[in-house]
């Protein structure tokens, strides 16, 4: 299609100011989730929700001094038990039983400010080769990439590689004081560059203002190509980390307002639905799948915390008409 003749050519843009968003974020709701769903439907199939499965493969004790983080080592008080990396075969069937379920996509999520080279690595690799053996799409996030980590991770055929933005630039400084936005910005350039996806997002609700949302949206949306995934997440309030302790809730239809910008600005990233959707209604959900949320979390656990009922999403999903696949069909009955 030439480009004067796709009315949707200006969807993909990488020069977004902060104003133009914020002016698509503070439009009226319906106006927004209306303008939303236009160019989810121009860009994408909206009966496709994916349902990724997220396993914690190494927990907690981790250096990063992470605001929200249930597994930071400096945040004594949340109870939580450490765990040293899993064996592969553990993995794998863990990956095997969310394929069952109806998961298409296995994401392994490690509590390291960045991985060392050597056997747990190596371990690593195997679970990424393993997982793309079933037939499943792979996603780990394991910290900061050197490039050689990153070109090993893409010869064991990663699919995508979650290295969150998690704010604004202006306002990460309050929430992580062990790395800077740049070091993050770095990662993803490798994770690039070594031609694997990258699936990059952030958190509302941990005390930024709108502008810090959307400021992190810009800096999304101006990456060339923009991010295959674009996980939102609202902030999962743990006892004993510093922003679970001070934090409040999140108002649902500010998860759908990210949710459609985002949808706007990267018109065919998948948007998932991330952190926080156990506080959403049913409702809720509805409307921010309208508005151009087109994955999910799928599965009783997220790292730490608990997430939806596989069987209420399964009927959830099947109440709205959106395709499912055998497993799930059999879930929800
Ligand atoms: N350690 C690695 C890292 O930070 O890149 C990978 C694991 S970390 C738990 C993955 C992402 O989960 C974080 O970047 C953050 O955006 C998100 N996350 C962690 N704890 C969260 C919470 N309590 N609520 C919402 N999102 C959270
Ligand atoms: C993402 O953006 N959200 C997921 C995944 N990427 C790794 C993690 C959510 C973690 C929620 C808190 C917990 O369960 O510890
Ligand atoms: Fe560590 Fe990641 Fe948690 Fe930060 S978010 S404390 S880097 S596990």
Not at 12 to 41: C, K, M, N, Q, T
Not at 205 to 219: F, I, K, S
Not at 234 to 261: E, H, I, S
Request: aromatic share 4%; hydrophobic share 40%; net charge negative.
């Amino acid at each position: 299609m030439s480009h004067a003749a796709d009315p949707h050519a200006s969807d993909f843009r990488h020069d977004w100011s902060v104003a133009e968003i914020r002016a698509i974020h503070d439009l009226p709701l319906l106006d927004l989730v209306y303008r939303a769903a236009g160019v989810h439907r121009a860009y994408n199939d909206p009966s496709d929700v994916q349902r990724a499965s997220l396993l914690s493969i190494k927990t907690g004790a981790c250096p990063e001094d992470c605001g929200y983080c249930s597994q930071s080592a400096h945040h004594k008080g949340t109870g939580l038990p450490r765990q040293r990396l899993m064996p592969v075969e553990t993995v794998l069937a863990e990956a095997a039983a969310a394929k069952a379920n109806g998961a298409t996509r296995f994401c392994m999520g490690a509590a390291w400010r960045s991985p060392r080279d050597g056997a747990e690595f190596d371990s690593v690799l195997d679970m990424v080769r393993g997982v793309r053996g079933l037939g499943m799409e792979a996603c780990v996030t394991l910290g900061m990439l050197t490039a050689s980590q990153a070109e090993r991770l893409a010869d064991a055929g990663l699919t995508a590689y979650n290295h969150n933005l998690d704010t604004g630039p202006d306002y990460y400084d309050k929430i992580v004081s062990t790395r800077t936005y740049e070091d993050r910005l770095n990662t993803l350039e490798r994770v690039r560059e070594a031609g694997i996806g990258v699936c990059c997002g952030g958190i509302i609700g941990l005390g930024e203002g709108v502008g810090d949302r959307v400021a992190m949206l810009q800096v999304l949306a101006n990456h060339a190509p923009h991010p295959e995934s674009v996980p939102i997440n609202a902030l999962a309030a743990v006892p004993g980390t510093p922003l679970g302790d001070t934090a409040t809730p999140v108002d649902p239809f500010d998860m759908v307002r990210m949710c459609a910008t985002a949808r706007i600005v990267m018109p065919k990233a998948r948007v998932r639905l991330s952190a926080g959707r156990k506080a959403l209604s049913r409702e809720a959900q509805a409307l921010c799948f309208l508005a151009g949320a087109n994955s999910i979390f799928y599965g009783e656990r997220l790292l730490t915390t608990a997430n939806n009922e596989a069987d209420s999403d399964a009927a959830l999903l099947q109440d709205l008409g959106i395709r499912v696949a055998e497993p799930i069909l059999a879930a929800a009955e």
